[in-house]
């Protein structure tokens, strides 16, 4: 697969968007969750997101299971 330049950035654009504002970072999450949730079907998502999982270090386990929590706060309002 050949890799465009942004692919080849994607830790450190991550890393320095991680270091910026709530705003940037939420505006990171939600073009990402928007694209692999527009780019295929249901089934084929999950099989993404549990390849997506099985490559996350610690770190970022801790910090999106975190995230959840507050989703799940948010909702119950």
């Known amino acids: 697969m050949i890799k465009t330049s942004i692919e080849k950035l994607a830790k450190e654009i991550g890393f320095d968007i991680g270091c910026s504002d709530d705003v940037v970072q939420a505006d990171l999450l939600n073009g990402f969750c928007k694209g692999i949730s527009n780019s295929m079907q249901e089934a084929n998502r ?22 959840v929590e507050f989703i799940e706060l948010n909702e119950k309002k």
């Open 46 to 67: 999950e099989t993404q997101l549990c390849y997506i999982a099985d490559k996350l270090d610690n770190k970022t386990s801790e910090v999106l299971k975190a995230l």
